[in-house]
T-cell receptor, first 113, second 114 residues
Framework: KQEVTQIPAALSVPEGENLVLNCSFT??????LQWFRQDPGKGLTSLLL?????REQTSGRLNASLDKSSGRSTLYIAASQPGDSATYLC????????????FGKGTLLTVNP | GAGVSQTPSNKVTEKGKYVELRCDPI?????LYWYRQSLGQGPEFLIY????????DSGLPNDRFFAVRPEGSVSTLKIQRTERGDSAVYLC????????????FGEGSRLTVL
């Protein structure tokens, strides 16, 4: 059974810092991996999707990497802003074409002005 | 619509009552998912529809939970004889067949069972 772990559970940084969020998964036979953002009381917003054949994806200040063999992914946020404050969730698709995701518990990020 | 729409956004009910939660996916998306998120946890898979049929319902916790998608668009998650442990946010997501696999989530329906 796939298990996804996110470290740290919470992170507080001053505005402007670069930071890294970590995600690990137990079964390396994944189809793809997706990073989401969740604001309090809201749904999930997709940030980046990495296919199993890819090593990284970039969108603006965000860069996600994937090392499938070691079961790890990282989300790098450059020049953090207070508006980046949210919970970041990592989700792994081990189910092939049905895209059934297994989520971590998330990292609660606070960026202080 | 532009995004996945879920109603109601909040539902408070008493133990033992019947509840229906509705999901309207993004137009043209053939795949629809229901997830449940408890406080402080990541979402957990409940059921997946491809068109009108439930392709995978392995995440439904017990037979009190049932979901339908009769016309391949709107889906309803039905919970019978609600229990306090059913309190959670129920999230719906949809995906276009044949795309990269990105899931788009709605805002969720927060269910509180008293």
């Amino acid at each position: 059974k796939q298990e996804v772990t996110q470290i740290p559970a919470a992170l507080s940084v001053p505005e402007g810092e670069n930071l890294v969020l970590n995600c690990s998964f137990t079964d390396s036979a994944i189809y793809n991996l997706q990073w989401f953002r969740q604001d309090p009381g809201k749904g999930l917003t997709s940030l980046l999707l990495i296919q199993s054949s890819q090593r990284e994806q970039t969108s603006g200040r965000l860069n996600a990497s994937l090392d499938k063999s070691s079961g790890r992914s990282t989300l790098y946020i450059a020049a953090s802003q207070p508006g980046d404050s949210a919970t970041y969730l990592c989700a792994v698709n081990s189910g092939g074409s049905n895209y059934k995701l297994t989520f971590g518990k998330g990292t609660l990020l606070t960026v202080n002005p | 619509g532009a995004g996945v729409s879920q109603t109601p956004s909040n539902k408070v009910t008493e133990k033992g009552k019947y509840v229906e939660l509705r999901c309207d996916p993004i137009s043209g998306h053939t795949a629809l998912y229901w997830y449940r998120q408890s406080l402080g946890q990541g979402p957990e898979f409940l059921i997946y529809f491809q068109g009108t049929g439930a392709a995978d319902d392995s995440g439904l916790p017990n037979d009190r939970f049932f979901a339908v998608r009769p016309e391949g668009s709107v889906s309803t998650l039905k919970i019978q004889r609600t229990e306090r442990g059913d309190s959670a946010v129920y999230l719906c997501a949809s995906r276009r067949q044949g795309n990269t696999g990105e899931l788009f989530f709605g805002e969720g329906s927060r269910l509180t069972v008293l």
